[in-house]
């Protein structure tokens, strides 16, 4: 640029006669003078600046080229800028200056250190076999791949912890919360004198518990009788696919909503047990809506998976399998903390149970049914085993690229399975008790339990349930309705006592459920309790 400016005024003042003694120097003059030497000035220049820039690079690369040899090129040619009347000769002060200091000589000959000069074959050897360093392995980043690795396997022991978590609440639902009830009738019937201020004929857990199976009972009534199962079931296989595609679209997003809200209905009219009537009424009407709701919109997704099963066209097995996609899509590619990526892991629990529990259903509805369509039974276990891998592949796939791309420790999976753990012995930690199990001294300092929330509030099957979200009442619902079915089945009607074989069916129903709650209570108790030294605190 200097250059530039300092040629154009040269030339101006050549134009308008204010240089009179520019000739000098043996520069030559006459028409086209001034043309030829700023052409030769400039190609001068412009030559040595490549040179500079072309050998200083080379050099640089294999680091032999000196910082004071770079430094009097520079000046060189920065001296030629500054000087017009050198430069208007030709230029052969910077274009000297320029060579000498890239030829390691300076003005008066002597050397000022030799350079190395230009090798293609040395440049082209590096360029194809770099520069091996086997010294800088240890300063290699670590990958984080191998950590992501092994998320299926932490994954399925948290899902799997999940799901015996939500059978044994189901389970309580189904033994432990009738008995509980049944114990308390006779207190709750006894007639006698109102109760002072204060004080109440059935506990608050057992109150909850007479409250939730009203809950139970009512809704069971209204599904069977509003709920017509077969026309329903017509209605799905004369309905084309992208309706139904829709259709089942909108369950999945109404059902997770369902979850959401229906934990803090249950919640909202536990903590008002004890409230007078008139503001307790609406509540309870409102967990009863959703119940009734839950409970269809659930129903129509086993008749959904029936469906397809028993149908020859896969059509609306596609439906079921593209909305794991779906889910796939909406939660990987985004950055997740840890307390953000819990909700994600209990609502997968909630749907691994929900879809264990709906084979279970497809499968009682297909027993009964003299015709089971175009499949045999060896195809039919290979549609619920495809279904499982699927779901399975699912959450393997958003799971390890959720860890990836928020580049968390997988490790934060057993974080989530210590939290489960954890809310097993809070709810049944007694009042006045330390962490460590003692009881609180004051003596010495001590750190008390943290409370658990609706702990003496819930039975202890019940009070994790709000960490999870699950609501055992909708498919307690469910499970009552398909046994009712199989009672009402051809194959026990045709029985000689049909009735006596149901009493005798339901009796031998409700023993081993209530065994089977007894067994997972046990085991997930004594897991919990080995357990208890390995969580965080």
Request: positive net charge; glycine residues 6%; aromatic residues 10%.
């Amino acid at each position: 640029v200097q250059v530039t400016q300092d040629a154009w005024a040269l030339a101006a003042g050549w134009q308008e006669g204010a240089h009179p003694d520019l000739p000098a120097r043996g520069c030559s003059t006459g028409p086209g003078a001034f043309e030829r030497t700023l052409s030769s000035g400039l190609s001068a220049w412009f030559g040595s600046l490549h040179k500079l820039l072309f050998v200083g690079l080379i050099t640089e690369e294999t680091g032999n080229l000196s910082r004071e040899a770079a430094e009097a090129s520079v000046s060189g040619t920065l001296d030629v800028t500054d000087n017009a009347d050198a430069f208007t000769c030709h230029g052969a002060t910077g274009s000297t200056e320029t060579a000498a200091a890239l030829d390691g000589t300076s003005r008066d000959g002597t050397g000022t250190g030799e350079q190395p000069r230009l090798n293609f074959g040395e440049w082209l050897a590096n360029e194809v076999c770099s520069r091996p360093d086997e010294s800088q392995l240890d300063r290699v980043p670590r990958s984080h791949l191998p950590d992501v690795a092994t998320v299926p396997w932490r994954l399925e022991k948290v899902l799997g912890f999940g799901i015996l978590f939500c059978l044994d609440i189901l389970l309580h639902e189904l033994s432990f919360m009738p008995l509980q009830v049944v114990m308390a009738l006779p207190r709750l019937l006894r007639p006698g004198k109102r109760h002072s201020q204060g004080q109440h004929r059935l506990t608050i857990t057992e109150q909850c518990n007479v409250l939730r199976l009203l809950l139970l009972l009512l809704n069971v009534g209204v599904v069977l009788v509003i709920f017509d199962v077969s026309w329903v079931y017509h209605y799905i296989r004369t309905t084309s696919f992208l309706k139904l595609y829709v259709i089942f679209n909108m369950l999945e997003m109404f059902e997770r909503w369902c979850r959401s809200v229906g934990v803090d209905l249950f919640d909202l009219v536990m903590a008002s047990a004890r409230q007078p009537w008139r503001p307790f009424l609406p509540k309870f009407a409102a967990t009863f809506a959703y119940c009734i709701v839950h409970s269809s919109m659930h129903l129509v997704r086993v008749l959904l998976l029936n469906v397809a099963i028993n149908t020859s066209s896969s059509a609306m097995f596609l439906i079921i399998v593209t909305n794991n996609f779906g889910e796939i899509k909406s939660t990987v590619f985004k950055r997740y903390e840890v307390k953000n990526l819990f909700p994600i892991i209990t609502s997968d629990i909630v749907e691994r149970f929900y879809l264990a529990t709906d084979i279970f259903f497809v499968l009682a509805r297909m027993s009964v049914v003299p015709r089971r369509g175009n499949y045999s039974a060896w195809d039919i276990g290979y549609w619920m085993f495809l279904l499982v891998a699927i779901e399975l592949g699912t959450d393997w796939v958003k799971f390890c690229l959720i860890i990836k791309f928020s580049e968390m420790p997988a490790s934060t999976l057993e974080i989530y399975k210590e939290v489960l753990i954890a809310d097993i012995l809070l709810c049944r930690i007694r009042p006045g008790v330390c962490r460590d199990g003692t009881a609180e001294s004051t003596t010495r300092p001590t750190l008390p339990a943290p409370a658990a929330p609706f702990r003496g509030i819930h039975s202890f099957s019940q009070a994790p349930a709000t960490r999870i979200g699950f609501s055992g009442v909708p498919i307690s619902t469910l499970v009552v309705i398909h046994v009712a079915m199989l009672l009402r089945s051809p194959c026990s009607l045709a029985l000689r006592l049909p009735r006596a074989t149901a009493v005798l069916f339901l009796a031998s129903a409700c023993a081993l459920t209530f065994l089977a709650k007894v067994l997972l209570g046990l085991f997930l108790l004594g897991y919990a309790a080995r357990r208890r030294g390995a969580i965080v605190r």
